[in-house]
């Protein structure tokens, strides 16, 4: 058995009704793009709003820089950058 990480630039899905059906401290985490543990963000702190789709539930959200986070997750099935950071 295989357990790949690496680090990806994150944001946690604002759907929660959807998310939490079973598990109410459970986060569904959006992976955007690959990165390392050390990059700054790729994109200015200026950009007020970023819309990001769901990859699970659909839903399209809006979120501010702040929100992204870097986060050390298994590498997700069939992964697409987000078009922001490709």
């Known amino acids: 058995m295989v357990y790949a990480t690496s680090y990806f630039w994150v944001v946690i899905c604002k759907n929660q009704r959807f998310h939490h059906k079973g598990n109410t401290s459970y986060v569904h985490q959006i992976a955007l793009a690959e990165t390392d543990?050390?990059?700054?963000?790729?994109?200015?702190?200026?950009?007020?709003q970023v819309r990001?789709?769901?990859?699970?539930?659909?839903?399209?959200?809006?979120?501010?820089?702040?929100?992204?986070?870097?986060?050390e997750i298994p590498v997700p099935e069939n992964f697409t950058p987000h078009p922001l950071f490709q």
Request: proline share 12%; charged share 25%; net charge negative.
């Open 37 to 48: 543990p050390y990059s700054p963000l790729p994109i200015p702190e200026s950009t007020e």
């Open 52 to 71: 990001i789709r769901c990859n699970d539930c659909g839903a399209e959200h809006s979120y501010k820089s702040t929100e992204i986070l870097r986060n």
